[in-house]
């Protein structure tokens, strides 16, 4: 890929770009700004941001950012498919408009994160990244939105995001904490929807979900509560820990099975989708540190090629602002994940850290995905040691459960019934509904 450095460096930051119209848009009153900025030590590279003002009262609604996981998708791809304010027709030309969107009741901001995803890019295109300098990059980001956009740095601020946004989410509240002296954020709290929190348990707690929907084996099954867990307790055993012996390959073909068995792993009762492989090939590669084979049964995955088709036509870019000598946008950058160092192997230090100093926290599952399966949100909150305010309960929304909530306090733990790994695409109202209770502290 050749691109003309020379153009390139002419690049700096920019003030923001008024977005009055997108193509095929259908009139609104909100307004929505695309940009870039210079973030990291060098500032060769620069974020493209996507802001979306609150539909209600922008002057006081709160500040939501949204970070898309991976490592190496787009949170453009939410925006078009979970949670923005328009939905793409599938003519990949026109929208329409999302009465369940997040920015109904708050402004929704969007980071192309980390730099390489989507239309951010870096001058001297070195990419190299991991889970540090992605929360140090975000945080500067956020500085320079908050310094742009200064009316809004008294609204309260949320940070949300899905999949491996559990490791981004929690390192940038981390930055935010130690850095408060260089730049206070309102900062109030954050939630994470089918996150990647520790990822012993994300193997451990797949094994059980396989098992409590018969996709394993029930004598081996038991062969595995003897011969792998202490005193047959399967509940906390460890499977990621045994790598060689029987134990080990039931661990592997478990693992296995999640992604390679025909199912979606984004949503187990989902037909699955042959085309589309950028976002599953991306999760596989974090995964297993290969590229996946084509099945028999297809691979498994979301198909995005209506949002790309809309993303990369010329009027869009032009209306974003996008430079004209960048790729085509993709929903999950290869190299990105190629070449992202993951640093961290839990975050429960960061979400402790985040509870003591006064943040609020939900944690969200959709209770059929099994890519970051409920489970280990399930045992990752109990393992926080934290004191229970009350018990798993269910909560309605539209007269029907929506799914299950414990109270630990300042966190929440939910269950989103029917719901895979983007609940707010399976469950739109469901999520809006959670998101406002969390955001204004209602209960569940």
């Known amino acids: 890929m050749a691109w003309s450095l020379v153009f390139l460096n002419l690049l700096g930051l920019t003030s923001a770009i008024l977005v009055p119209n997108l193509p095929g848009q259908p009139p609104v009153t909100f307004k929505q700004y695309s940009g870039y900025y210079s973030v990291g030590e060098s500032g060769n590279h620069q974020m493209h941001y996507w802001f979306t003002e609150s539909k209600n009262n922008p002057s006081t609604d709160p500040v939501i950012l949204w970070l898309t996981g991976g490592p190496g998708c787009s949170g453009i791809s939410a925006l078009f498919e979970e949670l923005g304010p328009f939905q793409i027709n599938s003519d990949g030309a026109t929208l329409n408009l999302n009465p369940y969107s997040w920015n109904n009741n708050a402004s929704l901001l969007i980071f192309e994160s980390p730099v390489g995803v989507g239309y951010s890019y870096s001058k001297d295109q070195n990419l190299f990244t991991g889970d540090n300098r992605t929360a140090s990059e975000n945080w500067d980001a956020l500085k320079a939105f908050f310094t742009e956009f200064s009316q809004y740095q008294k609204n309260d601020f949320y940070i949300t995001g899905e999949s491996y946004a559990g490791m981004y989410i929690p390192t940038?509240?981390?930055?935010i904490l130690d850095r408060k002296q260089q730049y206070s954020f309102n900062l109030k709290g954050f939630a994470?929807?089918?996150?990647?929190?520790?990822?012993?348990?994300?193997?451990?707690?797949?094994?059980?979900?396989?098992?409590?929907h018969?996709?394993?084996?029930?004598?081996?099954?038991?062969?595995?509560?003897k011969e792998c867990c202490t005193n047959g307790n399967t509940d906390d055993c460890l499977f990621h820990k045994h790598v060689l012996g029987w134990c080990g390959l039931f661990m592997e073909e478990a693992v296995g099975r999640q992604w390679e068995s025909g199912i979606n792993p984004y949503n187990m009762y989902a037909d699955c989708q042959h085309s589309g492989t950028k976002r599953f090939k991306v999760d596989y590669r974090r995964r297993f540190g290969k590229e996946p084979n084509v099945?028999?049964?297809?691979?498994?995955?979301?198909?995005?090629?209506?949002?790309?088709?809309?993303m990369n036509r010329r009027d869009v870019r032009t209306a974003l602002g996008i430079p004209g000598l960048l790729p085509n946008w993709s929903t999950c950058s290869d190299v990105i994940s190629v070449v992202y160092e993951e640093q961290y192997s839990t975050v429960a230090p960061q979400i402790k850290n985040a509870l003591t100093a006064?943040?609020?926290?939900?944690?969200?599952?959709?209770?059929?995905?099994?890519?970051?399966?409920?489970?280990?949100?399930?045992?990752?909150?109990t393992n926080l040691n934290l004191t229970q305010v009350s018990a798993k309960r269910s909560y309605h929304v539209n007269g029907q459960v929506g799914g299950f909530v414990t109270d630990w306090g300042q966190l929440k733990f939910l269950t989103v019934k029917g719901a895979g790994h983007m609940v707010p695409t399976d469950k739109p109202a469901v999520a809006s509904y959670i998101l406002n209770a969390f955001i204004n502290d209602k209960k569940f």
């Open 295 to 310: 099945l028999d049964a297809g691979t498994p995955c979301l198909d995005d090629s209506v949002t790309e088709k809309y």
């Open 192 to 212: 994470i929807g089918n996150g990647v929190l520790d990822k012993g348990l994300d193997t451990d707690t797949i094994i059980q979900f396989e098992h409590k």
């Open 214 to 225: 018969g996709m394993i084996d029930q004598l081996h099954w038991q062969r595995a509560q």
């Open 358 to 381: 006064g943040l609020k926290v939900m944690l969200y599952h959709g209770d059929i995905d099994m890519v970051c399966n409920f489970f280990q949100g399930q045992r990752f909150t």
């Open 172 to 175: 940038l509240v981390q930055d």
